[in-house]
């Protein structure tokens, strides 16, 4: 992008500049063309100007026509001048006498003479012009025509101040097209050597300034990306390697810290982890320990009969109280990375059978039916059955909270070639779309749910430990879990 913006400048400036400079150098060419024409019009002007009053002066010259010999005055050495250089082709140039108002048609004036002479009197010292007839360009040139005092001798008319001007005009095509190749020739030789001197900026730019740049762009990209061994190799003698020398500096400082500060974070939650766990192991052991003792006392006033109904409020409160604190026990452990399976060969359908007769007062009391269907009476899995059976357990009392009074749950069980899949399906309101994705997080619940929000969470990473999956899937008919794992029942 850099780069780009100091192209794009820099071929703005070039342009600017050389165009400023080709029409100011044509400009100088015409003008100097121009004057180099002024010049020779005027010498040729001087020159008719002198020969006339030395003619003047003589009174007249006597030339030899053939055998006899005719005076000329200076109007006919003018008129003869230009007639012999048409005749001969000796010189390109026209000359004529153009007065106001003549008595001799030939000194009549066109319109660019009659322009001049309106400028002669009023004091313009010549008047020039580049006119185009028949296609060819014409340089037209007027000064004032002079008379000495013999002149009225013969011209007497003079005397009234009649103004007049010697008009002179030659071809000046080839002057012009001279121009125009030369032109030409800057034209290209210009934009050759500005493009070549912008090819050489932009060569050292990018050597000089993008290169360097990019060298610390790619390091500060490594950066972000948490690299900090990263070093800029720039070792010029300017002011990239000082700043290349310090910028390394500064990233091995940081990377020092970086490290200095990750081994005391680690440190700090290594101590935090400890006491956690302490804390917690602590406080379940305190918390079963009147919960056994309740739980024994309620089992002896169940034996003898005594206390009905409140035993059994007693009992399930219990239990409930009892998997609670086993799940906060067995999220301790999960986020501690102590998570330990005790795997043995597990009967899949056996152990489902556990689990839904365990919750099957609850189901009584909402009137919600468990159907199972299996493809085997026995499928066998390696796993933990402890913690394979509270993970199925959890998410069939999910189902049972958010089932309808006669509802229906139905548990399908089937074996594949690989892997073993438990489905699980309610007829509930279903989990709304916003929550979908959040029901695995610790301590995730909607308003309506109870509990700490822990059996999920457990349920995903027990699967997980054991090299399975599991899914939800939920609409307004209701949700259903998929769990998947692995048949690996013959592994040692």
């Not at 150098?25 to 010049?39: A, D, Y």
């Not at 007839?133 to 008379?147: N, T």
Request: net charge positive; with cysteine; aromatic share 10%.
């Amino acid at each position: 992008m850099l780069k780009a913006k100091i192209t794009v400048l820099f071929v703005a400036v070039f342009i600017t500049l050389w165009g400023f400079f080709y029409f100011w150098n044509t400009r100088i060419q015409e003008h100097t063309l121009v004057e180099n024409l002024k010049h020779q019009a005027e010498g040729i002007y001087h020159t008719v100007l002198l020969t006339r009053h030395w003619i003047s002066e003589k009174n007249g010259i006597y030339v030899k026509d053939k055998k006899n010999y005719r005076l000329i005055t200076p109007s006919h050495f003018v008129a003869k001048l230009t007639h012999y250089a048409q005749k001969q082709s000796v010189l390109p140039y026209y000359i004529k006498i153009a007065v106001q108002n003549p008595k001799n048609p030939n000194h009549t004036p066109d319109s660019f003479e009659k322009e001049a002479l309106k400028q002669l009197e009023n004091g313009k010292k010549s008047v020039w012009s580049i006119e185009k007839r028949d296609g060819h360009l014409l340089f037209r040139f007027a000064a004032p025509l002079k008379f000495k005092s013999e002149c009225t001798n013969c011209h007497s008319n003079m005397r009234e101040k009649k103004t007049g001007c010697i008009s002179i005009w030659f071809p000046v095509d080839a002057a012009f097209k001279e121009l125009r190749h030369s032109k030409a020739y800057m034209f290209g030789y210009t934009v050759l050597s500005v493009g070549a001197i912008l090819l050489v900026l932009l060569f050292w730019i990018h050597r000089l300034v993008i290169k360097p740049l990019n060298t610390f762009i790619d390091a500060i990209s490594e950066i972000e990306k948490g690299n900090y061994d990263i070093k800029v190799d720039i070792t010029n003698n300017d002011e990239w390697g000082v700043f290349a020398k310090h910028f390394n500096i500064m990233i091995q400082t940081i990377n020092s810290h970086q490290k200095e500060l990750e081994t005391k974070v680690k440190e700090a939650t290594q101590k935090l982890q400890k006491v956690y766990e302490e804390f917690f192991a602590n406080i379940t052991h305190d918390l079963k320990t009147p919960i056994t003792a309740i739980k024994g006392a309620a089992d002896i006033l169940a034996r003898k009969g005594e206390g009905e109904p409140y035993t059994s409020i007693i009992r399930k409160n219990i239990n409930r109280l009892s998997l609670l604190i086993d799940d906060i026990i067995e999220c301790t452990k999960l986020e501690s990375g102590s998570l330990e399976l005790n795997l043995e060969v597990v009967d899949l359908v056996d152990l489902i059978t556990e689990v839904i007769f365990s919750v099957k007062p609850l189901a009584d009391e909402k009137r919600v039916r468990i159907i199972c269907h299996t493809t085997k009476d026995e499928i066998l899995l390696k796993a933990d059955p402890t913690k394979l059976y509270r993970t199925i357990a959890n998410i069939l009392d999910n189902a049972l909270k958010f089932s309808p009074e006669n509802g229906e749950i139905e548990i399908d069980v089937s074996e594949a070639n690989d892997y073993v899949q438990v489905e699980v399906k309610d007829q509930g309101p279903g989990i709304p779309s916003q929550y979908r994705d959040l029901v695995f997080n610790k301590f995730f619940k909607d308003k309506n749910s109870k509990g700490l929000g822990l059996g999920l969470t457990i349920a995903k990473a027990v699967v997980e430990a054991h090299g399975g999956s599991i899914e939800i899937t939920s609409d307004s008919k209701g949700t259903k879990v998929v769990i998947k794992l692995p048949c690996n029942r013959h592994e040692a």
